[in-house]
């Protein structure tokens, strides 16, 4: 797990909610968190990234597994996967457009809205690579993972609003498969609603990362007046009867919220909604974690 919070971190730069200033204040019950991606490896010490956040480089400067060699330029990166156009899972890419030692893979929709109408990212054209939703790639050069982008119920990014219109690539969840062993993992930072395919996808898996982004629908009220809900902003909220917790707790395998804003209680460590969560067998990600599958 390089990074664990949504879109501006924790704490976030323009943010006083009592999370942020308690990140910002070095209280060790709210640590600073970085946004989410990921770093999945088949053992071969090469490693594919899922989204490029903003921080990557800071991100690759804390896991040494993603150190050049020495004297090298070369990165140990196969694959950089996209599962939206959203800023905090894209603006990485710009961090690592001084070499492309990697492909870039996503969908035609999230490629296009990138390459068309954003001038910056062309830069890194060469890297791009597409494959249709439900089909199936190899992750790693060596074969051994197996992945597909399969659609959730979510919404476009606010800045495309007005050149885009939703599509079934626009929202991605990602399975990955380890071809020796069967083992399978999800990885779904966006979802609106939890729809029959979604749950589906999340319940065959034996280790998911599923969107923890907001605990109550009306969570971002509290800090601004008029903000749309959970659900208009693309999220599932972890709570209530609706809420992803309660879907969640019944799955086996292991189960991580990621994706966590900075306005959710389950932010502190000791507060009573993360206490509520680790009863109900769920986990919460936190930069550095790591999973063995």
Not at 10 to 30: F, I, K, M, T, Y
Not at 180 to 193: E, H, N, S
Not at 241 to 267: A, C, K, Q, V
Request: hydrophobic share 40%.
């Amino acid at each position: 797990m390089l990074g664990s919070a949504a879109g501006g971190g924790l704490p976030q730069w323009n943010c006083g909610g009592e999370n942020s200033v308690r990140a910002r204040a070095g209280d060790a019950n709210v640590p600073p968190r970085s946004q989410t991606s990921i770093a999945i490896c088949a053992g071969d010490e090469r490693w594919s990234i899922v989204n490029a956040s903003p921080d990557i480089r800071d991100q690759f400067a804390r896991f040494s597994g993603l150190h050049p060699r020495p004297g090298t330029r070369d990165v140990p990166i196969d694959s950089v996967v996209l599962t939206g156009a959203d800023l905090d899972h894209v603006m990485g890419l710009l961090v690592l457009r001084e070499s492309l030692p990697y492909r870039v893979i996503t969908t035609p929709w999230i490629r296009d809205v990138l390459l068309d109408d954003n001038a910056t990212f062309r830069l890194i054209t060469p890297a791009f690579g597409c494959v249709a939703i439900d089909e199936p790639f190899d992750l790693d050069r060596g074969g051994r993972l197996e992945a597909k982008l399969f659609p959730v119920p979510g919404k476009i990014p606010g800045y495309l609003q007005e050149i885009a219109s939703n599509s079934p690539e626009a929202t991605l969840g990602l399975r990955v498969t380890d071809k020796r062993t069967g083992k399978r993992l999800v990885y779904a930072p966006g979802i609106q609603t939890l729809d029959e395919a979604t749950l589906a996808e999340l319940q065959a898996a034996d280790v998911r990362f599923v969107d923890g982004t907001f605990w109550t629908a009306e969570e971002l009220l509290r800090m601004r007046p008029g903000a749309p809900d959970a659900w208009k902003m693309g999220h599932v909220p972890i709570s209530g009867p609706d809420g992803s917790l309660e879907r969640l707790r019944l799955m086996r395998g292991r189960t991580f919220y990621i994706h966590i804003n900075n306005t959710n209680p389950i932010l502190d460590e000791r507060s009573r909604e993360a206490a509520m969560i680790r009863d109900a067998g769920v986990g919460i990600s936190n930069d550095g974690l790591a999973v063995e599958i």
